[in-house]
C-alpha cells in the first residue's frame, strides 16, 4: 500500500474514531491494522501521525453533516486506488473500531452507512459486516451470510448456516460478502484453533484465503470447500450425487490400467485427479465420463448407470481434453456460436447471441471475440485463452459435471491459477468438477476440495482433502513435523512433497539412489486401505438435469456446413490455394498439349482436329479431377477429429456431419472442374461439350472427395494419408485402359474380349471412356453422320473380318474334317462350335435357317454341309455390301449438301476440324489393333470399331463391355455410355458413403492392428 493512501485511510479512521475521544481499544485496532500493512520499524511513526490526525480534528459540534462531507471526500481521495475487495476490507476495520468500545452509536452508525455508499459496498453486504463484527455470542449471528461453527448439535439459527463440531470451545463465525467474493474468519473461546498452521487470535478477523483449513485437536477439520458449500446458490438444478464403485479398467493387451478405484462426490466440488505419469489418470477421467466403459465397477449419476443407460444422463456430462477442440480458422466468437447452436435448437438468434457474449465476458475474451483462434504455431490469442475457450465451449450448455484432462498443461503460472480460478468458480456455481493436473502451485493445489491419486499400475492411494495429504503421507512413513501440511510462516503447500514421498528411492551401498522405491505402488494401496474412510453421499433419486435441446439432423446439417464453410472461407491459403489450382493446371495441361505441326503447310496455326494429344488431355483431366477430390478431402476428418470427441458427448448425428462434409466438398469440387474445363477447353478450343467434360470430371472428383473421406476417417496421421494418395492414383493410372490396354495385362488379371474386372473397379476406367465416347460421337460434326458411320462400320466388319474368318475356319473344316489326329480333331470340334455359334446369330439377324446348321459338329460335318454353309455366308457377303454402299451413298449425299460450292466446301472443312479429332478417332476405332477379330471362349469377339458396337442383349448389366462401347445393355435397355458410366461412378461413390457412414475402413485397421499385436487377446 503507498504511503499516501495509508495515510488518507488513517485520516478517514480518526474521523470515524474521533466520537469524542479514542478509545484505548479503538487505539489498539488502530494498532493491529498499521502492523498489517507496514514494518514494525514503521508502526509507531504511523502510529503517531493517526494521534496527530485526530488531535487536528475539530472537536465535536454536533454538525453531522460537516462531518459527512470530510468523510466522503477522503473516501473520494482513497477510491480510485482501491479495489472493492481493499475497500470492504477497510469497511470491515473501520465497523471493527467504532465497536471497539462494545456498541456503535447513532452518529457513528451514520458515518459507516456513509462510507459504505461512498465505497459503492451494498446496504446488505455492510449489515453483513455489522452483525458479524458485534456478534459476540453466536445467538446474535443470525444472518443468512454468516456460518457458525459450534459444538451446538442444532443451531437455534433461523436463517445463519452451522456447523457442529463437537469439540471446540466457544464459536468460529464465517461471513461471506457476496458482492466482492470475500469470506471473513473471527473465532472467539478457548482452544487452539489453527488456521493453515497458524495459531488463531480469539476475538481477531481474518480473511478466509482460497484452500485454507480450520484445525483443532479431536475434531475432523474444517475445510475451505465445506464453508463454501454453506453459502453456494446453487441453480434451481437439483443437486447431484456421482459415485464410482470398485472401477476396474483392462487395456486390450490384458494389462490392468485401474484396480478397484472408489469415488464419491457430489454437486459444488473441484476433484483433482494426480499421479504418475502412466498412473492412470486419464483413463480413471475417460471412464468416469462414459467414453471408455469400466471392466468392472459402475460409474453412477443420481444411481444411473451412465455406461448401462447413457441416454439418461445425455447432456450431464461435459469434458475438456488435453488438446485443443477449438476450429482454429473461426473466430473466438463463431467457435462458441457453432457450439451454442448445435446444443440449444430452440432458442431464437438474439437469445444464442446474449448467450455467447455472456461466456465470453466470464471468460474475459470478450476483448478477443473477433480474433481468429489460429493454430498453436500461429496463434492469434494466447494459450491461456484457448484453454478457456475451450472450457467456454462446455460452459454454454451447462454440463452438471465436467471433467478437464491436464487444463493447466503448457500454461504459464498466471494462465493456469486463471484456469482454475474458473474451474472454482464453476464448482462454485454447483457444478462437479474432475481436473487432471500436474505439478500444481500451491495456491492451485489448495482450491480444490478433494485430491486422488494413483500410483503406478492404476493403483488408488488417496483419496481426501489435498492440504491433508502432505500430512497423510508424512505420516505413513512417521516423518518428524508429520503434522504440518503447510509452511507456518508463508501458509503455502509442496504438493512435489507428496510424490517425493510416494517415490522415495533405495539408496545403495554406495550412498547412490537406485531405481527400486522404497514402498511399491501396491504396498501405498493397501496404507490408503487401512486408513481411508469413505466418503458417504446421500445418493440423489431425481433424474439428472440438462440443457441440452440438440436440433433435427437436417438442422444439424445445415450448422455443420455452415461452420465448415466459414471455417473454409477464412483459411485464406486454403481458399487461394484450392480455387486456382485447377484452373492452374488446366493451363499448364493444355498448353503442353496444344501442339500442331509448323512444317505441315497447309495449317495456318493450330487447328483441334489435328492435335494428337487430344486424348492424353482427357485422360490426364481425369487423373487431375482425382488429384483434386482426394488432396481436398484427406485431411478433413482427420483435422475434425479431436472436435468430433467433444461432440460424442451431445451425441450429434454421424450421418449429419458427413451429410455436411461431402455437400461442401461437392460444391468445392464443382467449382474446381467447371473452371478446369473452362480454361482446359478454352485453350485446346474444345467446342461444344462444356457441360458433358464438366460432368465426367465433377463425378470423378466426387468420388475421389468420398475416398479421401474414407482414409482420413481409417488412418490416425495425416503424414500416412498423403503417402497413401500415390498408391491410390497409381492403380487408377495403370489400369485405365490407357498407359497399359486391358489386353496387354498380366493374363491373370487382364481379358481380351472386354475389360477385365480390376478394370471395372477403377473410376478412372469408366470417366476416360464417358469422356473420349462422349467426344467422339456427340460433337456436333460428328452427330450429323454417326448413324451412317455405325452402319457403315458394321457392313464393313461383317464382310471384310467376320464372314472372312467363318470361311477360313469352315475350309479348314472341309480339308481336315476326316483326320484322325487328335490334335486336328480338337481344333475342329472348337472351330465347328464357334461356326455353329456364329451362323445361328446371324440366321437370327437375317431371320432365316439353314438345315445345313445342325451338322456343322464333328461326325456329322460333310461337303454338303460345307457348300451349304458357304452359299449362305456369300449371300451375307453381299448383304452387307449393299448395306455399306446404301449408307456410304447417303453419307455422300448428305456431304455434298455441305459441299456444293467452294464457300461451304471450306467450311465443311473448318467445320469438321473444328470439332473432329483424329486421335481420338483412331483410338475410339481401335484401327491400330493389329487383331481385328479374336475367338474367346467359343465365340467371335470384334476387336475394331468398337465405337459403333451395339450392346450385347444377353448381358442384363454390361460391365464387362468393351471398352469404347457408344452405349451400354442395363435391364433390358441401351443406355448411353456417358449416363451408364457416370451411373456406376456415382454407385461407386454410394458404396464409398457407406463405408464412411460405417466407418469400415477404421474398423478393418484397428481390427488387423489387434491381431497383429502379440499381446491381444480375443474377448
Known sequence: MSEPLLKAILRLFAVVAKEDDVTHQEREHIRTFIEDHVSRAAVARYLALFDEYVQAMPAQTGDLQATLQRVQALCTEVSAELTQKQKVVILLELINIVQADGAISAREEELVQAIGTAFKVSPASVDAIKTFVLGNESRQLDHDHILVIDASTQGSFRQAHHLYRPAL????????????????????????????????KSGKIAVLAVGSMLRWDKDEPVYYGDLLNRFKKFSDYPRLSFEGKALTYKFRNGRLGLREVNVSEESGNLVALMGASGAGKSTLLHVLNGSEKPSGGQVLINGIDIHRAPQQVEGVIGFVPQDDLLIEDLTVYQNLYYAAKLCFSTKPEAEIDALVLRVLEDLGLEQTKDLKVGSPLHKTISGGQRKRLNIGLELLREPAVLFCDEPTSGLSSRDSENIIDLLKELSLKGKLVFAVIHQPSSDIFKMFDKLLILDTGGYQIYYGNPVDAVVYFKRSISLVNSDEGECHSCGNVNPEQIFNIIETKVINDYGHFTNERKITAEQWNTVFKQNYRPFTVETSREVPHSTLNIPTRLKQTHLFSLRDLQAKLHNTQYLVINLLEAPLLAFILAFIVRYYNLDDTSLAG?????????????FMSVIVALFMGLTVSAEEIIRDRKILKREAFLHLSRSSYILSKISILFMLSAIQTC???????????????????????????????LLGLNISSGFNSAVTIYILIPLLLIPQLILSGVVVKFDKLNPTIGNTAGVPFVGDLMASRWAFEAAMVTQFKDNAFEQEFFLYDKVMAAADYKKVYYLPELETRLQYALNNFGSKDEAVRARLT???ALIRHEIDKELAVAGQTLRAAAGLAVGKFDSATYAEVSRFIDARKHYYIKRYNLADGKREQLVKQYTDTPAKDAAF??????????????????????????AVEGKLVQKIFPIYKDPDPAHKIDFDAQFYMPAKHFLGRNIDTLYFNMGVVWSMSLVLALTLYFDVLRRIIEGLGNLSNPLYKKP
Open 169 to 200: 470451545n466457544g464459536f468460529v463465525a464465517v461471513v461471506y460478502i457476496e458482492q466482492v467474493e470475500i469470506y471473513f474468519i473471527r473465532y472467539l473461546g478457548q482452544t487452539d484453533v489453527y488456521l493453515n498452521g497458524v495459531p488463531v
Open 606 to 618: 493450330y487447328v483441334f482436329g489435328k492435335n494428337l494429344n487430344i486424348p492424353a488431355y482427357l
Open 675 to 705: 473452371m478446369f474445363v473452362l480454361v482446359g477447353n478454352y485453350i485446346l478450343e474444345i467446342k461444344g461439350m462444356f457441360l458433358n467434360h464438366w460432368l465426367i470430371l465433377f463425378t470423378t472428383s466426387c468420388f475421389a472427395n
Open 830 to 832: 472348337s472351330d465347328l
Open 909 to 934: 472443312s473448318a467445320f469438321r476440324e473444328a470439332y473432329h479429332n483424329d486421335a481420338i478417332t483412331d483410338l475410339v476405332k481401335n484401327i491400330s489393333e493389329g487383331h481385328r477379330i479374336v
